[in-house]
């Protein structure tokens, strides 16, 4: 029943700009700690973002610190990951996730449920 939705990835040149979306469904969305992760081939699934049930409080990855903003709507049910100057390093498929952990976490196996992913193209 629960589904996220990510959006908003595409094909963009490097020190652009992309805004992801994240729907949700499913789960009564205040009640889930959200995060961003990304793979890039051959690569690990990373951490990128993490918000607090509210979204006062937010956690990053020193790779996107000062450039990621992840906010949340929770009256639209909605995560967003909003991405400036992007790097061709930024390029992988980004992935939202819920927890229903009290805290948010950095830890991908700490999360219950994901989307199936967006793709980001960063060209240099």
């Known amino acids: 029943q629960v589904q996220l939705v990510e959006s908003g990835g595409g094909l963009v040149q490097a020190g652009g700009s992309l805004r992801l979306s994240c729907a949700a469904s499913?789960?009564?969305?205040?009640?889930?700690?959200m995060g961003w992760f990304r793979q890039a081939p051959g690569k690990e699934r990373e951490f990128v973002a993490a918000?607090?049930?509210?979204?006062?409080?937010?956690v990053y990855a020193d790779s996107v610190k000062d450039r990621f903003t992840i906010s949340r709507d929770n009256t639209k049910n909605t995560l967003y990951l909003q991405m400036n100057s992007l790097k061709p390093e930024d390029t992988a498929v980004y992935f939202c996730?819920?927890?229903?952990?009290?805290?948010?976490?950095?830890?991908?196996?700490?999360?219950?449920?994901w989307g199936q992913g967006t793709q980001v193209t960063v060209s240099s």
């Open positions: 499913g789960l009564t969305f205040s009640n889930y700690c």
């Open positions: 996730a819920a927890t229903k952990r009290y805290e948010f976490s950095t830890k991908s196996e700490e999360y219950d449920y």
């Open positions: 918000a607090s049930w509210s979204g006062a409080s937010t």
